[in-house]
Nanobody, 123 residues
Framework: QVQLVESGGGLVQAGGSLRLSCVASGRAFSSYVMGWFRQAPGKEREFVAGINWSGSSTYYRASVKGRFTISRDNAKNTVYLQMNSLKPEDTAVYYC????????????????WGQGTQVTVSS
């Protein structure tokens, strides 16, 4: 059974920073694509960032490019999302997910999800 556990969310003022972590267990972590998604109240869940198995390729939605950085430490089975220059519109529950097949900005290929961590950005 694969488990993903996110942490690092919280309340921060606009312009501030947070670092989210996601620890994985039950799967050969270093072999799989990892992604971060988010869901704001009343909205669909959306792709935020993704990273390939080695960390050599990263992908971002346009609205976070230059502000967010995804990285991974395969020795620690952990993927990170460093979020800088946060804006109120970044407020959402953030989820990490793993794909055994390929990278995608769609949710379909991701077969395991964490429980989510709340990020709230005040103006």
């Amino acid at each position: 059974q694969v488990q993903l556990v996110e942490s690092g969310g919280g309340l921060v003022q606009a312009g501030g920073s947070l670092r989210l972590s996601c620890v994985a267990s039950g799967r050969a972590f270093s072999s799989y694509v990892m992604g971060w998604f988010r869901q704001a109240p009343g909205k669909e869940r959306e792709f935020v960032a993704g990273i390939n198995w080695s960390g050599s390729s990263t992908y971002y939605r346009a609205s976070v490019k230059g502000r967010f950085t995804i990285s991974r430490d395969n020795a620690k089975n952990t993927v990170y999302l460093q979020m800088n220059s946060l804006k109120p519109e970044d407020t959402a529950v953030y989820y990490c997910a793993t794909s055994a097949t390929r990278f995608s900005s769609n949710q379909g290929p991701y077969d395991y999800w964490g429980q989510g961590t709340q990020v709230t950005v005040s103006s």
